[in-house]
């Protein structure tokens, strides 16, 4: 029983969410964490503690700050780089209902032969 409680917890930490790929990316964009922020309807805190646990998931700085803004680490390219594939199979995987069959289906029974 402790060892699933182990592998629970350890699943549980590296759990990357979306929001932490969504701030990833326009931090990319921004070069801001307060601009990602606003980009994103986000406090300034949320987006320092989702880049915080990404880095953590990672376990290698991903940007460094500075006033001049934020520059992307080599971790940080491949780690964005791995975040818009991931915004890209996302936003394929939610375009399947536009290839799902649609319209009405007709049944008719013939009550004699």
């Known amino acids: 029983m402790s060892?699933?409680?182990?592998?629970?917890?350890?699943?549980?930490?590296?759990?990357?969410?979306?929001t932490m790929v969504r701030v990833l990316t326009s931090l990319s964009e921004t070069r801001s964490f307060t601009k990602?922020?606003?980009r994103l309807c986000l406090s300034q805190?949320?987006?320092?503690?989702?880049m915080?646990?990404?880095?953590?998931?990672v376990g290698a700085p991903l940007v460094i700050r500075d006033r001049r803004g934020v520059a992307f680490t080599a971790t940080g390219e491949a780690a964005l780089d791995a975040a818009r594939a991931?915004?890209?199979a996302l936003g394929r995987l939610a375009g399947l209902r536009e290839h799902s069959i649609k319209g009405r289906v007709r049944l008719a029974l013939?009550?004699?032969?």
């Open 110 to 113: 013939v009550s004699s032969a």
């Open 86 to 88: 991931a915004l890209h």
């Open 52 to 57: 915080k646990a990404l880095e953590e998931i």
């Open 3 to 18: 060892e699933m409680k182990d592998i629970s917890a350890a699943m549980n930490k590296a759990n990357i969410n979306i």
């Open 45 to 50: 805190s949320a987006i320092s503690h989702a």
């Open 36 to 38: 990602t922020a606003e």
